[in-house]
């Protein structure tokens, strides 16, 4: 069975940080890139950073850039996600993805899909 457990989110000041974390299993995960989306109420889904397969490349939207960190590690078939300096903004449940298509922020390129983790920014 395949499963993308998305941990990590929780309440946090703005300025705090929090490391989401997914964790892989059912399929090849050295085959797939991950990728964390991230829904707001009232939003829709956005691309917030991906990871190929073997760490080698890395996506970060905009908005993150200079404030996120995304790294896989493949003996624990696990991708984090660091976020630092967390805005109100940020708040948003957060999804990882799998992808055999590359470095992509669209959301139908993935096949996979994990529960999500909540994150919560207060100002």
């Known amino acids: 069975e395949v499963q993308l457990q998305a941990s990590g989110g929780g309440l946090v000041q703005a300025e705090g940080s929090l490391r989401l974390s997914c964790a892989a299993s059912?399929?090849?995960?050295?085959?797939?890139?991950i990728g964390w989306f991230r829904q707001a109420p009232g939003k829709e889904r956005q691309g917030v950073s991906c990871?190929?397969?073997?760490?080698?490349?890395?996506y970060y939207a905009d908005s993150v850039k200079g404030r996120a960190t995304i790294s896989s590690d493949n003996t624990k078939n696990t991708v984090y996600l660091q976020m630092n300096s967390l805005k109100p903004e940020d708040t948003a449940v957060y999804y990882c993805a799998a992808s055999q298509r590359g470095i992509t922020y669209y959301s139908h390129d993935y096949n996979y899909w994990g529960q999500g983790t909540l994150v919560t920014v207060s100002s």
């Open positions: 059912g399929f090849t995960f050295d085959n797939y890139n």
């Open positions: 990871v190929s397969s073997g760490d080698t490349s890395t």
